[in-house]
């Protein structure tokens, strides 16, 4: 079942575009695919809107060219009726308006640098940068195809790819990615995807370190938690969610069941404090779990000292209840939710991302009831051309902006940091060259790099501009 992680890497042949030039390493080769054509600076156009389980160790990490239903999607041209001119040619000068130079659009907070395309040709569904490194390194990996890949993103713009892992199984398709640190602060990266297994990988070492059997089908998201590096949460098409232990390689909590989701689990999110987690998926539900439960900790204090005794496994709790659950946020498909203080940012495929809550706007979580499903709306944001599912959006880590993208290769990027929601602001980022859909974004720590897949396989890479630099914070 596993290979040497070694044999797993390959050398790989990856166009780079744009201001940026191309990078080296010992795993992959470059080609420099600079051309002047390439370089481009996409527009941004100001706007506004309304409101049990097993573990193994491995090493296996030799491109499917089968895609899978997110890839089929079929995407509308957006393209606008052709106008004829007939007669006389000539431009006709409009009453009250004097002929003159052009003036120049005020820039907006991120222009394009660069973009690459990975050899794969497959849509990559998923990106994230290691936002726990501070000394300013931003260390990228994205996820497509068979294909986990790392890149640096070195100031200036570029790329330099630096690793490449390729599963030996010509059935998988990495869906999601999560970085977190081990004992040491060595880095690992967790990837998962349609076999429904969770790979851990060590940078370091180049190689698959651990693998996780346990969900009975797809996964789809992948989230460590915020204050204990070695939990983590996944996602499945199996209609249910786990709490894995990376550290002791047991799984401590399933979340599913009585009244867990009915259909495929597509998104999760852990709130910054640790203490709840809420999901969403095709079933049209939010759901809320409380991981401060008494004996949710225990069983988390117990995955690390315990001790199998006759080949026992680890006693798994099961929780087929959540603390709160409502279908009233959305009436399609929920495919991503994040936590934003006490307010949750959900999105479904109704061209729509909603800020909402549980309960009365004035309660707080602990008093929301637990037979309740009102949900108090407070603002919802419009997207044009959002309306296929597996897209999904990001916060910086400061929670000031938002970057979501959509099926025609525009970038939302919304301005979070105001007093009241109706006040939210987004503006958009294009490039003539990004006509595919935007599965997924990512912004650096600082905020300073926004990346954004898509489903022709490639990766772009924005910056902030420098009239903006002063709004990026030192964490």
């Excluded at 689990?265 to 008494?294: F, Y």
């Amino acid at each position: 079942m596993a290979t040497d992680g070694a044999n797993g890497r390959s050398s790989h042949q990856i166009s780079i575009s744009g201001k940026g030039g191309p990078g080296s390493s010992a795993i992959c080769s470059l080609t420099n695919g600079n051309n002047d054509h390439d370089s481009d600076v996409g527009s941004e156009e100001e706007m506004e809107h309304d409101g049990s389980s097993t573990c193994g160790s491995a090493s296996a990490v030799t491109i499917s060219t089968n895609a899978t239903s997110r890839s089929n999607t079929p995407l509308s041209h957006q393209d606008g009726p052709i106008r004829k001119s007939g007669g006389n040619n000539r431009k006709r000068k409009r009453p009250g308006r004097t002929t003159g130079k052009k003036q120049p659009l005020p820039k907006g907070k991120y222009t394009y640098v660069c973009h690459i395309k990975e050899d794969h040709g497959q849509p990559i569904f998923g990106c994230q940068f290691h936002i726990n490194l501070k000394d300013g390194q931003n260390i990228l990996a994205t996820v497509g195809s068979k294909r986990v890949s790392i890149y640096e993103c070195p100031k200036g713009g570029a790329f330099v790819l630096t690793q490449v892992y390729e599963d030996p199984d010509s059935d998988e398709n990495f869906y999601t990615c999560a970085w977190t640190d081990d004992a040491s602060g060595n880095p690992l990266l967790a990837a998962a995807g349609a076999r429904g297994i969770i790979r851990i990988f060590s940078p370091g070492t180049g190689t698959c370190i651990k693998h996780y059997l346990g969900h009975g089908h797809a996964i789809n998201d992948l989230i460590f938690h915020p204050k204990d590096p070695n939990l983590l949460l996944s996602a499945s098409k199996d209609h249910s969610l786990r709490l894995w232990n990376i550290k002791t390689d047991f799984c401590v909590v399933i979340f599913g069941g009585v009244e867990g989701h009915r259909d495929e689990v597509l998104a999760a999110d852990i709130d910054i404090t640790g203490s709840r987690l809420v999901s969403c998926g095709m079933d049209h539900s939010l759901k809320v779990w409380k991981l401060d439960k008494p004996e949710i900790e225990e069983a988390i204090l117990s995955s690390y000292i315990y001790h199998p005794k006759n080949s026992k496994p680890f006693p798994t709790m099961k929780q087929n209840f959540p603390d709160f659950s409502t279908r009233d946020v959305h009436r399609n498909y929920v495919d991503c939710t994040k936590w934003f203080g006490d307010f949750i940012f959900s999105k479904s495929c109704e061209d729509q991302v909603v800020c909402w809550k549980a309960g009365k706007t004035f309660q707080t979580w602990d008093d929301v009831h637990l037979n309740t499903t009102e949900a108090s709306i407070i603002t919802r944001l419009d997207i044009k051309d959002c309306d296929i599912w597996f897209i999904r959006f990001s916060f910086d880590y400061s929670k000031k902006s938002m970057a979501l993208g959509n099926k025609s290769g525009k970038t939302f990027i919304y301005n979070l940091d105001v007093v009241e929601p109706s006040l939210i602001k987004a503006s958009i980022l294009t490039h003539p060259k990004c006509v595919t859909a935007i599965r997924q974004t990512a912004l650096s720590r600082d905020a300073s790099i926004l990346i954004c897949v898509c489903d022709d396989g490639t990766v772009w890479r924005w910056d902030i501009n420098k009239e903006h630099r002063e709004d990026i914070i030192e964490k």
